[in-house]
């Protein structure tokens, strides 16, 4: 397989294989518009995202060191000590664990149910724990969490583009990453996990992921472009192209690489105990690196090169290449080499 | 071609490199001899098991904390957390929030008194009685048949010339006072501090008309409890409270003790009262006039009362109230099976990410290995001694961020290989491609990295809590990375392309140019690239390959390849400058 790949490899770094990731670009944004619209119409019509108790506000309790436990002396023991409390019963860690959520308590309600809860499952007050969330609580990370969002994104597009020297690269990447962040944040409200702070850290990962990716080919683009409209035969598109193509072996690497360590998280968090924290960030890092990486290939980088195929000279460039282009087809090549 | 310069480099690299691990294991065993440091870092709460309470500012509209306000919040809180017997307790500011986490389980009483945010105010007393039944009140006493024409009057006739002037006793407030119920006095029982109020005291015993408040509590530098001295300095056993007040509580209660020692025969009079959140917490009579800033209150305490109300006199003056915004109780065994998911997890990654990479990159692909290594070395270092220096607690939220860094950290291991490779494909040599790939790859790792760094400090800047620890561990990583691939990977690639296992291009060693296509395979010997070269590229790229070549590279090539310029059919460019 590492043979194969390596191979693989070289056929595209020399362009003997190639995607046409610029040229069919109308494609892959019909699919990317459509992913988009797939994952704000989910949430909406599974009614709104499944918020965590942390949004929500509410009390939680978890117990630990149980053995074969059932749900049903927790609502009991709920039910007998506050009548009027819903309880929200979780088995947790293979029957080791059991999470009870209920509407908020009072302080002394928690300290009652807490003793209730022990008592039902035969443990001792210190394998019980408990929370109580105010509902303020998530909206204050919410709030900031979309302060934080505004920030990095105004001064990531400022940085992209003194660095690439373009505005239409920061465009592009910015426009990638806002998709990235609506189709993850749309396939995780579709798996149904609850969304937590965990899951919102997850997804506030994925915008340094997806503008690091992208950084990453960009680069190339830029390295690949920066002397073409001297003297290449290349369209710009087909720079662009090239640009993808010559790093695609690094995207599915990275992607891979990045992408196991998480999934790993994913596994034990999804089956260990009380590890939702871990579960909820690994799911959303998962979905978004794979989105992060992919979104690069098939929307950044045809974006870019529609942005800028626009341009005068790199329009005037293009057209220049492709008259060459169809005289060469009549006569050889070599003849034809000064532009 | 210097030979010699890439390896002269690559051993300072690695030097600078052992400096600093060295350095870090320096520091760590001073900060565990001297400095009561540790070689495990702090865990969070959610690991270590504790309870966790976030406190929100109470804030009316339009108002604003301000640091100074909220530092002095946290030092109140603090001392009374500690005052409390709790130990290792740890009051911190996210945001405009306060968070107090403490280690077990935390009791109601500490709960309360961490909670109890109040302004503790000094004022006179006017009118001191039994608090009347409510219930009695209201049904033996006989209907008035005639309703008052006019309600009680609000406003004192005759304007009060001091705080115990009984002229600040309106009808309005006798009423009040007359109707009170003890039971139904909250801490919302507040007054201006420039008009009476009518209250109780704490056990609901004695209810009382107030002055305006004459003495500020903040004005109170210090209380504490102990045992009444006689003036032979034996012990009387009795239990009293020391007060101190600075300058301008000095002045104040020297004052207010020169009219009170005055009214000492018009008892209650000559009582002053400590309110606290709306309630009199004590209400001592004048027994002198005292200048000095330093009364005492004597009375039927014991330890623990006086205690307690030496601490609520200390910290009771919080310059702004707070509610309970979130309290979560982590229990020890559900921290611990967090940890542990956490490291199993990252060990998971770990190996799967060492398989990957070796099956990618061959022997290359240790060299990532070893460099994750390194990199996880010098983050648990890290760790540790910022969580001694600055109290850094390692959460879940930043388990899962170091976990997550293996992959950000492994790509720009791949990043700057593919790169190496790609100039192998380019026909460079081994010694070449290795630095002019280096060069290429350095500028996309430093601008990539970057934006990590970014979002890191952002996120860090913005946020609270758990994502406050994952931006620290994202952040940290990103630099450690960096330094990694400076002065490790790189470095150790060049000495490696000094051995023959490497140069000579082993199939196993993940640099093989034939596996990679390569264009150039040494010797003067060309192949011809397997895909044709674009129209109007060839000279360009001839003269860009020619540019790019060592001398000895470009006679063997013009020797070779005289005729024909297809040397190159890439679409690489020249170098940066």
Redesign the interface.
């Known amino acids: 397989m590492a043979s194969r790949l390596t191979e693989f490899g070289n056929d595209l770094y020399t362009g003997k294989r190639s995607f046409d990731f610029v040229g069919k670009r109308r494609t892959w944004f019909i699919i990317v518009g459509a992913l988009v619209l797939i994952s704000i119409l989910i949430p909406v019509l599974r009614g709104g995202f499944n918020l965590g108790i942390e949004f929500r506000g509410g009390s939680q309790f978890q117990i630990t060191g149980v053995e074969n436990a059932q749900p049903k002396p927790a609502e009991d023991a709920v039910s007998s000590t506050v009548p009027n409390a819903v309880a929200h019963v979780t088995i947790v860690g293979g029957g080791s664990g059991v999470r009870v959520q209920t509407d908020q308590l009072t302080t002394a309600e928690t300290k009652d149910v807490a003793d209730a809860l022990a008592q039902a499952y035969d443990v001792t007050d210190a394998d019980v724990a408990s929370s109580f969330i105010g509902p303020v609580w998530g909206a204050d990370i919410t709030r900031q969490t979309i302060q934080g969002l505004v920030v990095f994104i105004v001064l990531a597009a400022i940085g992209m583009a003194l660095y690439f020297r373009t505005w239409k690269m920061s465009i592009a990447a910015i426009i990638a990453l806002m998709a990235d962040l609506i189709v993850t944040t749309g396939v995780y409200g579709a798996v149904g996990f609850e969304v937590t702070p965990a899951a919102v850290i997850g997804i506030l990962t994925i915008l340094a992921y997806s503008l690091y990716d992208t950084v990453v080919v960009f680069d190339k683009i830029r390295e690949n472009t920066k002397e073409d409209l001297t003297g290449t035969s290349r369209t710009f598109g087909e720079s662009v192209n090239l640009a993808v193509n010559q790093t695609l072996v690094r995207s599915i690497n990275t992607s891979v690489v990045a992408a196991l360590p998480v999934a790993s998280i994913l596994f034990i968090g999804a089956f260990a105990l009380g590890a939702d924290t871990l579960r909820d960030i690994s799911l959303a890092l998962f979905i978004g690196i794979l989105v992060g990486t992919w979104s690069t290939v098939f929307l950044a980088a045809p974006m870019y090169a529609m942005f800028r195929s626009s341009e005068k000279n790199v329009a005037k460039h293009d057209a220049e290449v492709l008259r060459l282009r169809r005289r060469a087809a009549g006569q050889p090549a070599l003849d034809d080499v000064t532009v | 071609m210097a030979t010699s310069t890439p390896v002269k480099k690559a051993r300072r690299s690695l030097i600078w490199l052992g400096v600093i691990i060295v350095g870090l294991i320096a520091i760590n065993t001073a900060a565990v001899l001297f400095g009561g440091g540790s070689w495990t870092p702090k865990l969070g709460l ?1 690991l270590e ?1 504790g309870t966790q309470i ?1 406190l ?1 500012p109470k804030l009316e509209t339009g108002q604003t904390v301000t640091d100074d306000q909220l530092n002095q919040a946290v030092s109140i809180i603090r001392q009374r957390v500690d005052s409390s017997g709790v130990s290792e307790s740890e009051i911190s500011t996210s ?1 405009n ?1 306060i968070v107090v986490a403490i280690p077990g ?1 935390l009791d ?1 009483d500490t ?1 309360n008194r961490i909670q109890s945010s109040a302004k503790l105010e000094l004022r006179p007393v006017l009118v001191a009685g039994a608090p009347t039944d409510a219930a009695a009140n209201g049904s033996t006493s006989p209907t008035p048949t005639a309703t008052p024409s006019e309600a009680p009057r609000s406003t004192p006739t005759v304007s009060p010339t001091n705080g115990s002037d009984l002229n600040w006793v309106t009808p309005a407030l006798q009423d009040q006072y007359d109707n009170l119920d003890c039971s139904k006095v909250s801490t919302t029982n507040v007054a201006p501090a420039e008009e009476p109020l009518v209250t109780c005291d704490d056990g609901g015993q004695v209810k009382y008309i107030l002055g305006p408040v004459e003495v500020d509590g903040a004005d109170i530098k210090d209380a504490s409890a102990g045992v009444i001295q006689t003036s032979q300095g034996g012990s009387t056993g009795q239990w009293a409270i020391n007060l101190v007040f600075n300058d301008k509580g000095t002045k104040d209660f020297g004052d207010v003790s020169q009219r009170l020692y005055g009214l000492k025969s018009q008892s209650p009079l000559d009582q002053f009262a400590f309110v606290l959140d709306g309630k009199v917490l004590s209400a001592p009579a004048m027994n002198g006039v005292i200048t000095d800033g330093k009364p005492q209150i004597t009375g039927n305490f014991d330890q623990k009362s006086a205690q307690a109300l030496a601490d609520q006199l200390k910290f009771g003056a919080l310059p702004i109230s707070f ?12 921290g611990a ?2 940890l ?3 490291i ?3 060990i ?3 190996l ?2 060492f398989i ?2 070796l ?4 022997l290359l692909g240790t060299v990532t290995i070893i460099s994750l290594v390194v990199a996880a070395i010098i983050t648990y270092l890290s760790i540790t001694i910022l969580s001694w220096y600055q109290g850094y607690r390692l959460s ?2 930043g ?3 170091l ?2 860094a ?3 950290t ?2 720009s291991f ?2 700057y290989f ?1 790169r190496v ?2 100039e192998l ?1 380019d026909g460079r040599g081994l010694v070449g491609a290795v630095e002019s790939g280096w060069k ?1 790859a350095l ?2 790792i430093y ?6 760094l ?3 400090i ?2 860090f ?7 406050q620890g ?1 931006a620290f561990t ?1 952040g940290l990583t990103t630099v450690i990375d960096v330094i990694i691939v400076v002065l490790f990977t790189h470095p150790m690639l060049q000495l490696l392309a000094q051995t023959k296992f490497f140069s000579s291009g082993n199939p196993w060693s993940g640099l093989d140019p034939t ?3 390569a264009v150039y395979r040494g010797r003067a010997e060309f192949r011809k ?3 044709s ?8 790229a001839s003269r860009e390959a020619a540019k790019r070549q060592t001398i000895a590279e470009r006679k063997a090539s013009e020797l070779a390849a005289v005729g024909t ?1 297809k040397t190159s ?3 690489k ?2 170098e940066e400058n």
């Open positions: 959610d098991g976030i929100a945001g929030n389980k109601n709960k509610t309970v915004q979130s309290s979560d109780t982590i229990t020890a065994t559900l099976a967090q542990q998911s956490g199993i997890a990252g998971i990654g770990l799967l990410v990957y990479t099956f990618q990159y061959r879940l939220a388990v899962a961020g976990i997550v293996i992959g950000f492994a790509d791949i990043v593919e490779r790609d494909r290429r500028r996309t601008a990539s990295k970057a934006t990590n970014l979002a890191a952002v996120l800047v913005v946020a609270v809590g758990s994502v994952f994202l596996a990679l296509g690239p397997s895909a070269v674009p129209v109007g590229k060839a000279a360009s310029q059919d890439t679409s460019k020249g």
